[in-house]
Each structure stands twice: as C-alpha cells, then as structure tokens.
C-alpha cells in the first residue's frame, strides 16, 4: 500500500511563495504519475498539476501555468509543488495523489494553503 504525506502549507499573502512536499511511503514515485489537487470551501476538488513516472513530463491547470512548478526527487521519495505569485483564489486544502494507470486510488490527507490579500 502507498501511503503519502503532505506538508508545507500554510498561510501567506498574495503574491508570495510556498512549496509543497508529498512524501511517499510503500512505493516509489518514479513509478507511476503523481498529481496534485486542490479543494476550497464548497467547492469540488480540481486538478493542479501532475508529472509522469516514466519520463517526467508535466502537465498544468491553464489556472496555475507559469506559476506553479511540479517536481520530483527519487532520492528522497517526493514530490514537490513551488506556487509562486501566489492569489486568494489559490486558497485551498491541497491534496496529492499516485495514479495506477487508471485512475489516481491513492490521497494523501492534504495540506491546507490560505492566501490572504
């Protein structure tokens, strides 16, 4: 089973920076794709970011384009998440997940990020 732990959120104010981790355990993420999610209040979860296993292509949501850099270091297990130029709108309880070629079957139980302007 993989397991996945983020961290580094919190609270910042617009404009600012800060950067994510995922920390997996039970898998490696070299594997397999890695994503990453955000959910706000009333709002339904929405895709962020993800980086592929295999060559490490990434992939944006037009939302978070040239701000917001996905990364991984096999060495430590993780995945990481830079959010510059950071808005309100960003305020969310950020979530990463590990695809099994089908669909994302493991979360993390997210790390909540408040932007404040």
């Known amino acids: 089973q993989v397991q996945l732990v983020e961290s580094g959120g919190g609270l910042v104010q617009a404009g600012g920076s800060l950067r994510l981790s995922c920390a997996a355990s039970?898998?490696?993420?070299?594997?397999?794709?890695v994503g990453w999610f955000r959910q706000a209040p009333g709002k339904e979860r929405e895709f962020v970011a993800s980086?592929?296993?295999?060559?490490?292509?990434?992939n944006y949501a037009d939302s978070v384009k040239g701000r917001f850099t996905i990364s991984r270091d096999n060495a430590k297990n993780s995945v990481y998440l830079q959010m510059n130029s950071l808005k309100a709108e960003d305020t969310a309880v950020y979530y990463c997940?590990?695809?099994?070629?089908?669909?994302?079957?493991?979360w993390g139980q997210g790390t909540q990020v408040t932007v404040s302007s």
């Open positions: 997940a590990v695809h099994n070629g089908v669909e994302y079957n493991y």
């Open positions: 980086i592929s296993g295999r060559t490490s292509n990434t």
């Open positions: 039970g898998g490696t993420v070299s594997r397999n794709r």
